[in-house]
């Protein structure tokens, strides 16, 4: 089973330039996650779908990010404009189920640095 | 959302037992305890979970106080690949899975 997909791994920009993430799903899952990890700190949730709405956005800063699910399956992350303090691991995870016992599945991360 | 408290370090000798130790004194009757933990240079991947009996499978064992107030994760065997960092998670309803400082676990020769 092929597992969570993310593009791209690195990405080196300036501040003020705009950066996108993609992820793609493990096939069927509908719950889909993207957390930040600054480095030396445990992963932040930024935004969870069900299918390609909403559940929570809370910890999402809506003046510079944003996400997309489109149909559902894939997504994208998008920062515009990028500041220092976005440089970090973005990780992308889904899961069969949006409930207690559903075991989350993380891609390999896209490593954002802002120079 | 209730936390948990975990040691920030711990050591272990290759092939010895693991016990991993976390603190959740303000759990509530329906959160479920997660472990997960962190290899370098990786994303987090799922260990084991439970609601209130111990729990075992092929990558480790839940070891959950009466209370529930605390757990513990037993690594049976710690091998070089154990090396990560463990989180101890307490997962409320509707998914949200909100990751500690965690336990970076180091593993002797």
């Known amino acids: 089973e092929a597992g969570v997909a993310q593009s791209p791994r690195y990405k080196i920009i300036e501040k003020r330039q705009s950066v996108a993430f993609w992820c793609n799903p493990i096939s069927g899952h509908a719950t889909l996650y993207w957390y930040q990890q600054i480095l030396g700190q445990g992963p932040k949730l930024l935004i969870q779908?069900?299918?390609?709405?909403?559940?929570?956005d809370s910890q999402l800063p809506k003046d510079r990010f944003s996400a997309e699910r489109l149909k559902g399956v894939d997504s994208t992350l998008k920062i515009q404009p990028a500041k220092l303090e976005d440089s970090a691991v973005y990780l992308c995870a889904s899961s069969l189920f949006g409930d207690n016992t559903g075991e989350l599945f993380f891609g390999e991360g896209s490593r954002l640095t802002v120079l | 959302d209730a936390k948990t408290t975990q040691p920030n370090s711990m050591e272990s000798n290759e092939e010895e037992p693991v016990h991993l130790p976390c603190n959740h004194s303000?759990?509530?009757?329906?959160?479920?305890i997660h472990w997960y933990r962190q290899l370098p240079s990786q994303g987090p991947e799922y260990v084991i979970h439970?609601?209130?009996s111990n729990v075992n499978n092929r990558m480790a064992s839940l070891a959950i106080a009466e209370d529930r107030k605390s757990s513990t994760l037993i690594l049976h065997r710690a091998t070089l690949r154990d090396a990560a960092v463990y989180y101890c998670i307490l997962r409320v309803w509707v998914g949200k899975l909100i990751f500690g400082q965690g336990t970076e676990l180091s593993v002797k020769p």
């Open positions: 303000t759990i509530s009757g329906t959160d479920y």
């Open positions: 779908f069900q299918n390609n709405g909403v559940v929570d």
């Open positions: 439970g609601l209130t």
